[in-house]
């Protein structure tokens, strides 16, 4: 049986489309998703800091071109995707509640959540109040929500989760392994991944 795992922080619009257009490969393939949640800055700043160069000094052609492709691609999924007004967003405590989530069984339902919040209604998910309307919107109590992602458990497993994706060669959101070795970055790369999850169901190595 074939692995997937996907690493993502909801504060990018790419991972949003990414984390919506896997599920189906993986029902296709009769593979169980690992999820992977991170904290992107962290990433950024271990092994790609020419990030915030490129938002210091964004090229308008590119930026506006980028702004058309988001769009096409949002179409293409269904997609509400608009730009928040905080970008980037300051995404630690959204992510830390993903684990929260995690141990009530509800990482997928939360972190839709959180992507359409910020993606689609274009809140601050770094504020509280948006954290606790998704908290409680799936039956989880706010407080003990909050008193969970400022706990050591949560803070302990997204650190993990954001020093495993660095030490296995990733460099950003979404960032997707096959087979724990085969390495795919970016949503436009999923038309790969789906023939990696074929070719390793038919025995095959990538080609």
């Known amino acids: 049986m074939a692995t997937l795992e996907l690493f993502f922080d909801c504060s990018s619009p790419w991972t949003y489309l990414a984390y919506v257009g896997i599920q189906p490969i993986a029902a296709r393939h009769g593979v169980e998703v690992t999820w992977k949640p991170i904290l992107v800055g962290g990433v950024f700043n271990a092994v790609n800091a020419?990030?915030?160069?490129?938002r210091a000094n964004p090229n308008?052609?590119?930026w506006s071109y980028m702004r058309k492709d988001l769009a096409d691609w949002a179409r293409v999924y269904g997609l509400e995707i608009g730009w928040p007004a905080v970008f980037p967003v300051n995404s630690v405590k959204a992510m830390r509640g993903a684990f929260a989530a995690e141990d009530r069984g509800l990482l997928v339902p939360y972190c839709t959540a959180v992507f359409e919040s910020y993606w689609g209604r274009l809140e601050d998910i770094s504020q509280d109040?948006?954290?606790a309307r998704i908290a409680s919107g799936l039956g989880m109590d706010p407080d003990a929500f909050f008193?969970?992602?400022?706990?050591?458990?949560?803070?302990?497993?997204?650190?993990?989760?954001?020093?495993?994706?660095?030490?296995r060669g990733?460099?950003?959101?979404?960032?997707?392994?096959?087979n724990g070795s085969d390495m795919y970055f970016g949503n436009?790369?999923?038309?790969?991944?789906?023939?990696a999850l074929g070719q390793a169901a038919s025995g095959r190595a990538p080609a």
């Open 50 to 54: 020419e990030v915030y160069q490129n």
């Open 170 to 178: 990733g460099f950003g959101s979404p960032t997707i392994f096959v």
């Open 60 to 62: 308008p052609l590119r």
């Open 129 to 131: 109040e948006v954290l």
């Open 147 to 167: 008193a969970e992602i400022a706990g050591p458990d949560c803070k302990a497993r997204l650190r993990a989760n954001t020093d495993e994706l660095v030490a």
């Open 188 to 195: 436009d790369r999923l038309a790969l991944v789906d023939h």
